[in-house]
Nanobody, 118 residues
Framework: QVQLVESGGGLVQAGGSLTLSCAAS????????MGWFRQPPGKERAFVAS????????YYGDSVKGRSTISRDNAKNTVFLQMTSLKVEDTAVYYC???????????WGQGTQVTVSS
């Protein structure tokens, strides 16, 4: 049973930084991709960033490009999302998800709230 547990959310002032973590368990993730998504209040969930567990290739959504870095610790099966220069509009529930490369995100975490105050 694949489990994803996010942590690191909280309240931060605009301009600040925050690092989210996603601890994954339940299988070997070689050949999988880990993604971060976010859902602001009243809006649809949107892609934030992704990283290939094996090769480390990364992709970023336009909303966070240049302000965020996704990384992984394969030994700990943990993926990180470092966010800097946070804006009020970054306020959202952040989810991590995983699935096979080229497939769909089949497994999702429970989400962690990030609130950016002005």
């Amino acid at each position: 049973q694949v489990q994803l547990v996010e942590s690191g959310g909280g309240l931060v002032q605009a301009g600040g930084s925050l690092t989210l973590s996603c601890a994954a368990s339940g299988r070997t993730f070689s050949g999988y991709v880990m993604g971060w998504f976010r859902q602001p209040p009243g809006k649809e969930r949107a892609f934030v960033a992704s990283i290939n567990w094996s090769g480390g290739g990364t992709y970023y959504g336009d909303s966070v490009k240049g302000r965020s870095t996704i990384s992984r610790d394969n030994a700990k099966n943990t993926v990180f999302l470092q966010m800097t220069s946070l804006k009020v509009e970054d306020t959202a529930v952040y989810y991590c998800a995983t699935g096979p490369v080229g497939g769909t995100y089949a497994y999702w975490g429970q989400g962690t709230q990030v609130t950016v105050s002005s």
